[in-house]
């Protein structure tokens, strides 16, 4: 909120400067035209009062309105450009954004991505997909070895319904824990996190819980890389319970 207050603060001031002059000139120009306007209707009166039906109003009043249109322009201008900046979303990472990040074949963790970074950002693609019920782009951020299931688009469904309503908050994602294991020539052998996402409130007054588990580095299994395990928890679950949550994939590799 305070990022937008800004905006109109800063484009407040733009439009000052900018579109101030020509605002003024403009009205300016639409007051002469109504006097003219006004002038030539009172004559016109005047002339049908004294029996000369033939007298025509001069449309010369219509030049400066048309300018003080032209005036008002910058102001449109920089109306629709307050309205777009304002709802340009903020920072949100789309699926086709978090594609083109880890686009790379070997979908390996690059310099500037640490492990929790990358759980971060998959944590918003994640909820970002959930809200819209996106089988298939929650199906692509899971590992090749999930996928060769043949199973995850049906089981991501019945999770999917298992959410009663539609979500309408949650808290910011966390990183409850990040594993990682060199070999014995140093090179990284795998990194893991374990992702969440609490305090899920939807439409119908349901809370839930999500938990994911991923690999971001593992050369000697690519086809683990990416989410493994994916569950979803109510509020009311009580841990070993069959009851109260579901969840899509398996524990492999180092899990």
Request: with cysteine; glycine share 6%; proline share 4%.
């Amino acid at each position: 909120m305070a990022a937008v207050s800004l905006i109109f603060i800063f484009f407040a001031i733009i439009i000052i400067i900018v579109a101030g002059v020509p605002l003024l000139i403009g009205i300016a120009l639409f007051i002469i035209s109504a006097v003219m306007k006004k002038k030539q209707l009172t004559q016109k009166k005047e002339a049908e009062l004294a029996g000369n039906y033939s007298y025509q109003i001069d449309k010369s009043y219509i030049i400066p309105r048309v300018f003080g249109f032209i005036f008002m322009i910058p102001l449109v201008i920089c109306i629709i450009s307050i309205v777009y900046i304002i709802k340009q979303p903020a920072n949100k990472q789309t699926a086709t954004n978090y594609v083109e990040e880890n686009s790379d074949t070997s979908k390996q963790t690059t310099e500037k991505e640490t492990p929790e970074t990358l759980a971060k950002n998959q944590a918003a693609l994640l909820i970002e997909n959930i809200e819209n019920r996106d089988t298939a782009s929650i199906i692509n951020m899971f590992c090749d070895y999930e996928k060769t299931s043949g199973e995850l688009s049906g089981k991501i469904e019945t999770l999917l319904d298992f959410i009663d309503g539609d979500i309408v908050s949650y808290d910011e994602p966390n990183v409850l824990s990040v594993e990682k294991e060199r070999n014995e020539g140093g090179q990284v052998a795998f990194e893991a996190t374990e992702g969440n996402i609490g305090n899920i409130k939807t439409s119908t007054g349901k809370i839930y819980n999500i938990f994911f588990y991923s690999y971001h580095v593992y050369p000697s299994n690519p086809e683990y890389v990416g989410i493994f395990f994916l569950e979803i928890e109510d509020a009311d679950y009580e841990p070993d319970s069959e009851e109260g949550h579901i969840y899509v994939g398996e524990m492999i590799g180092n899990y």
